[in-house]
């Protein structure tokens, strides 16, 4: 997550195809369209694998600055997520993501279905696109957990949760709350 480290300096406001963009760093721009000034970033995927057989799910524990910031913690449970990149499906984001953050190696045979899309909030143009993804052995290669480069991303770690357990964990945001219900759904949990 250095994405918001990476500002770059203002630049002259221009006109977008559908507004004036107002501001713009590697990774986002902040419009103004119809008197609404709002931020305009790529969509993310968020995924929890389940393995089955094993009764586990793959969660995060990240080192997220904004939230350590505001609660001082330096560790947050969250899902296995990321940004879709210019051109990319959300199914291959999952899949990039799986390698990078869980070093799941999914084979060509799993078939990745996103379950809901919508909009992170008002003020964003950015859409989150989920996915429960139940695994079997015969679906993956473990390899090494790859990153994607940033200094946070290397302190933090995908994290084994048995199912018995799903009760007790302490989410640290709203989408990782709601794809552990979806889990419960799932896997028909009480």
Not at 53 to 73: A, C, H, S, T, W
Not at 105 to 128: A, M, Q
Not at 129 to 141: E, G, M, T, V
Request: aromatic fraction near 10%; proline fraction near 3%.
């Amino acid at each position: 997550m250095e994405k918001f480290s990476k500002i770059q300096n203002k630049k002259e406001s221009s006109e977008d195809t559908k507004g004036k963009v107002t501001y713009e760093t590697n990774f986002w721009k902040s419009i103004s369209y119809n008197s609404w000034e709002f931020i305009d970033e790529n969509d993310s995927v968020c995924i929890i694998p389940i393995f089955v057989k094993e009764n586990k799910i793959f969660l995060r524990m990240e080192v997220i600055p904004p939230f350590e910031y505001k609660d001082g913690q330096e560790f947050h449970l969250t899902c296995i997520s990321g940004t879709i990149e210019e051109g990319e499906k959300p199914e291959n984001c999952v899949i990039r993501e799986l390698r990078e953050e869980a070093g799941l190696l999914l084979r060509d045979s799993v078939k990745i279905e996103i379950f809901d899309t919508f909009y992170k909030s008002k003020g964003h143009t950015s859409r989150f696109h989920l996915c429960i993804l139940p695994l079997s052995l015969y679906d993956y290669d473990e390899v090494i957990a790859s990153g994607d480069g940033s200094e946070t991303e290397a302190l933090s770690k995908t994290v084994s949760v048995d199912i018995k357990n799903i009760d007790r964990l302490s989410p640290s945001d709203v989408i990782t709350r709601l794809m552990i219900l979806e889990v419960k759904k799932y896997m028909n949990i009480q």
